[in-house]
Nanobody, 124 residues
Framework: QVRLVESGGGSVQAGGSLRLSCTVSGYSYSRKCMGWFRQAPGKEREGVANIDTSVGTTYYVDSVKGRFTISQGSTKNTVNLQMNSLKPEDTAMYYC?????????????????WGQGTQVTVSS
């Protein structure tokens, strides 16, 4: 059974940092994409970053380039999202997602497995 578990959300003031982690279990695929998405109230789910765990290629949405970094943990089943220089507009529920194979899709519809989400709140 596939399971994705996020951790690391919380509340921080503008300019601060948070580190999100996602661990996937039950995945037997040698190559997979893992992505971070976010959804604010009343808005569509937005792709923030993704990584091809075999090739190592990454993608970032323009609004987070230079501030967020996606990386693999000590195993290919863990992906981290380091978020620096946070802004109030980064406030959202952040979700981890995974899909076998590659290259990595950018849209949420391209992912098949999802975590429950972790809340990130940035105050001004």
């Amino acid at each position: 059974q596939v399971r994705l578990v996020e951790s690391g959300g919380g509340s921080v003031q503008a300019g601060g940092s948070l580190r999100l982690s996602c661990t996937v279990s039950g995945y037997s695929y040698s190559r997979k994409c893992m992505g971070w998405f976010r959804q604010a109230p009343g808005k569509e789910r937005e792709g923030v970053a993704n990584i091809d765990t075999s090739v190592g290629t990454t993608y970032y949405v323009d609004s987070v380039k230079g501030r967020f970094t996606i990386s693999q943990g000590s195993t290919k089943n863990t992906v981290n999202l380091q978020m620096n220089s946070l802004k109030p507009e980064d406030t959202a529920m952040y979700y981890c997602a995974a899909v076998p194979g590659g290259p990595c899709p950018r849209a949420a519809i391209g992912y098949v497995d999802w975590g429950q989400g972790t809340q990130v709140t940035v105050s001004s």
